[in-house]
């Protein structure tokens, strides 16, 4: 079965670094999704992102946050200058078409130091 | 602001019996309604969705969806051990961003 595919599973950055967060969405999806989970917390919605243009965006996403479709399989998601509030779980999905089921990928564990 | 409410738990309930999950949204232009099951330190993984009201069945899973009392409800028959996990109950408005509930944990004991 196709899947959301991330790397990398765990990345451990010092406070202040860039850092980017890549993703193979499954292949005949259209529509892609940046979502985080800190620890013990509910999953919230980041970025969403059709035909190379950002669709949708949350407060958090601020101008430290960026996504970028470089090529036709990757999605990354950068963070310019990281923070210890950025540390959490980050997932990708990707979906068919709007309205319709999101594939989360296994996620990267983000630890700011 | 658009709100998915659950109840916490733990759910605690003996193997082979029918577990119930409950849901509220608040959004009455909510269009479609997930379940997400998550493991502890997992990515959270598709269960059932559905658009209309009424039940969706697959395996042991049903689906139930209420519009009006803005309700959704997921019901697992023959409990096993490993379906011990915190669901996700999740919805999709107007716009096309999944809103999560923070979830119920799901403990099933053989």
């Known amino acids: 079965e196709p899947e959301v595919t991330q790397t990398p599973s765990h990345q451990v950055t010092q406070m202040g670094q860039e850092v980017i967060l890549r993703c193979v969405p499954i292949?005949?999806?259209?529509?892609f999704y940046w979502y985080r989970q800190i620890l013990g917390q509910k999953v919230e919605f980041l970025v969403s992102?059709?035909?190379?243009?950002?669709?949708?965006k949350s407060e958090i996403f601020d101008d430290q946050f960026s996504v970028e479709r470089p090529d036709g399989s990757n999605f990354t998601l950068k963070i310019r200058s990281t923070k210890l509030e950025d540390s959490a779980m980050y997932f990708c999905?990707?979906?068919?078409?709007?309205?319709?089921?999101?594939?989360f990928g296994d996620g990267t564990r983000l630890s700011i130091l | 602001q658009k709100e998915v409410e659950q109840n916490s738990g733990p759910l605690s309930v003996p193997e082979g019996a029918i577990a119930s999950l409950n849901c509220t949204y608040s959004?009455?232009?909510?269009?479609?309604f997930f379940w997400y099951r998550q493991y502890s330190g997992k990515s959270p993984e598709l269960i059932m969705f559905?658009?209309?009201?009424g039940d969706k069945e697959d395996g042991r899973f049903t689906a139930q969806l209420n519009k009006a009392s803005q309700y959704v409800s997921l019901l697992i028959r023959d409990s096993q051990p490993s379906d011990s996990a915190t669901y996700l109950c999740?919805?999709?408005?107007?716009?096309?961003?999944?809103?999560f509930g923070t979830g119920t944990r799901l403990q099933v004991f053989p």
């Open positions: 559905i658009y209309s009201n």
């Open positions: 999740a919805v999709i408005s107007n716009t096309d961003k999944l809103i």
């Open positions: 292949s005949n999806h259209l529509y």
């Open positions: 992102f059709y035909n190379n243009e950002i669709s949708e």
């Open positions: 959004d009455r232009g909510s269009q479609s």
């Open positions: 999905a990707s979906s068919e078409a709007r309205g319709q089921p999101q594939h």
